[in-house]
């Protein structure tokens, strides 16, 4: 049983990696720099896109835990490849655009967006909704990789003829 546990603990240490991706190389940075110091459990990349590309998940050998979007003037393409992706294929979403745009949130909660951020960033408010992604994704893998026991009265089961059953997550 020991190695169920440490197997639950080592997963629940990997780090939780966030890709930072848009077509502004300061905005990129300043996030980044921002997220770096937020704490050690952070794995960060950055991907500036450039002309030819709209979909920033195109050609990833890894997909990340969170995708971070900063919608550029293209943004109708880019939440339009990005909804190419289905569901399974597309990690957690962050968008930041202008609120000046009321298609383009969306268009982004159509990509499937966790939340829709603004420019100028609040970084409170980022790191906030990473940390609640996070949270969430940890919660996730505990309750898929934990164990489930039935214990049922032999007389109840009998006379009800019910047996446990259980189903996967």
């Not at 982004?108 to 829709?116: E, H, I, P, V, Y």
């Amino acid at each position: 049983m020991n190695h169920d546990k440490s197997a639950l603990k080592s997963r629940s240490a990997r780090q939780f990696s966030v890709l930072i991706s848009g077509r502004d190389a300061l905005m990129l940075e300043y996030l980044k720099s921002y997220l770096e110091d937020a704490g050690d459990n952070l794995k960060l990349e950055t991907l500036q896109s450039v002309n030819g590309t709209l979909d920033p998940l195109d050609g990833l050998e890894l997909r990340p835990d969170l995708l971070i979007l900063h919608l550029s003037d293209m943004w109708r393409e880019e939440l339009q490849s990005l909804s190419l992706n289905t569901s399974r294929q597309r990690p957690q979403l962050l968008i930041i655009g202008n609120s000046e745009q009321p298609e383009m949130m969306r268009l982004a909660m159509q990509a499937g967006a966790r939340d829709f951020l603004t420019e100028p960033v609040n970084t409170e408010d980022l790191l906030s909704t990473i940390r609640k992604i996070e949270f969430e994704k940890r919660e996730t893998e505990h309750a898929e990789n934990g164990a489930l026991t039935a214990v049922i009265n032999a007389k109840g089961a009998r006379e009800l003829r019910c047996w446990p059953v259980i189903l996967p997550i």
